[in-house]
């Protein structure tokens, strides 16, 4: 079993930006593909950002140039930089880490107030 924590959400004016970092333990993850998706109020689940175990990366057409994700293996962490924030982010962001099965953590609110 993989637990995930997230923290570093919370409120920011638009154009401010947040750090989101999420936390495994029970397993390493290095294998895993790791990464972040985000729930809207009303909306469904969308990917945000992922990163394979071998570092490729890929992001929703919404968030390329504003959000940088990384990890890092040593501390079975990643994270997500997000910069220049929108109202359009607001959002319940999950991290996810996948290697045969899916794992979830139990998000972490970002409200970017217009």
């Known amino acids: 079993q993989v637990q995930l924590v997230e923290s570093g959400g919370g409120l920011v004016q638009a154009g401010g930006s947040l750090r989101l970092s999420c936390a495994a333990s029970?397993?390493?993850?290095?294998?895993?593909?790791m990464g972040w998706f985000r729930q809207a109020p009303g909306k469904q689940r969308e990917l945000v950002a992922t990163?394979?175990?071998?570092?490729?990366?890929a992001y929703a057409d919404a968030v390329k140039g504003r959000f940088t994700i990384s990890r890092d293996n040593a501390k079975n962490t990643v994270t997500l930089q997000m910069n220049n924030l929108k109202a359009e982010d607001t959002a319940v962001y999950y991290c996810?880490?996948?290697?045969?099965?899916?794992?979830w953590g139990q998000g972490t609110q970002v409200t970017a107030s217009s």
């Open positions: 990163q394979t175990s071998g570092g490729n990366t």
């Open positions: 996810y880490a996948a290697f045969r099965k899916t794992y």
């Open positions: 029970g397993r390493t993850v290095s294998t895993y593909a």
